[in-house]
């Protein structure tokens, strides 16, 4: 069965400072992986995706993330976080029956 | 494009009380979602469509929950009876294909049942 670990409940970083949010997933074959940002009161919005070529994928509002097949691993980054970025952040697998992680908060200090 | 609508965007209710979610999706999107978000279960995938037909529904919680898509730009989730515990905030989202390109998701309705 499919499954995302998001180890990272709560992120504190400060402002300008490069950011890392942890995904590791588990999935039969080669799987689709998401980045979503929730907003408080909003819905998700897509950040990026990943289901096969180039292993380091670019996203919107400057974030990245690089797949890792022998870790299991999507990590998303950012070089230098903006109080904006401050949101929930959700690691996702699948495609037809897409499965979210538990979501890291990110809180950006001044 | 107006993106997922979903309404209403909040709903309080008594226990015992019937509830109906309500989902336009995306025009041309060929699949459509019901998750329910909580603090305790986070995001929980409660049922899916494709082409008006549902595919899986083994993640709704138990009867008192149904849905429908009677047709491709209208999908309700229904609660009847609603309970204290079905208080969370109730998704829609959509997609074209096989879900390579993501999911679009609505701005959600949170439901409190008291």
């Known amino acids: 069965a499919q499954s995302v670990t998001q180890p990272d409940i709560h992120i504190t970083v400060s402002e300008g400072a490069s950011l890392e949010l942890r995904c590791n997933y588990s999935y039969g074959a080669t799987p689709y992986l998401f980045w979503y940002v929730q907003s408080p009161g909003q819905g998700l919005q897509l950040l990026l995706k990943y289901f096969s070529g180039d292993t380091l994928v670019q996203g919107i509002k400057g974030f990245e993330a690089e797949f890792k097949r022998s870790q299991s691993s999507f990590n998303l980054r950012k070089p230098s976080v903006h109080w904006s970025d401050a949101a929930e952040y959700f690691c996702?697998?699948?495609?037809?029956?897409?499965?979210f992680g538990a979501g890291t908060r990110l809180t950006v200090k001044p | 494009d107006a993106g997922v609508i979903q309404s209403p965007r909040h709903e309080v209710t008594e226990m015992g009380q019937e509830v109906t979610l309500r989902c336009k999706p995306i025009?041309?999107?060929?699949?459509l979602f019901w998750y329910r978000q909580t603090m305790m279960r986070g995001l929980e995938l409660l049922i899916y469509?494709?082409?008006?037909?549902?595919?899986?529904d083994s993640g709704m919680p138990e009867d008192r929950f149904s849905a429908k898509m009677p047709n491709a730009s209208f999908s309700t989730l229904k609660i009847q009876p609603s309970e204290p515990r079905d208080s969370a905030v109730y998704f829609c989202a959509s997609t074209q294909g096989q879900g390579r390109v993501g999911y679009t998701f609505g701005s959600g309705t949170r439901l409190t049942v008291v």
């Open positions: 469509f494709n082409n008006n037909v549902p595919i899986d």
């Open positions: 996702a697998v699948g495609n037809n029956d897409m499965r």
């Open positions: 025009s041309g999107h060929d699949y």
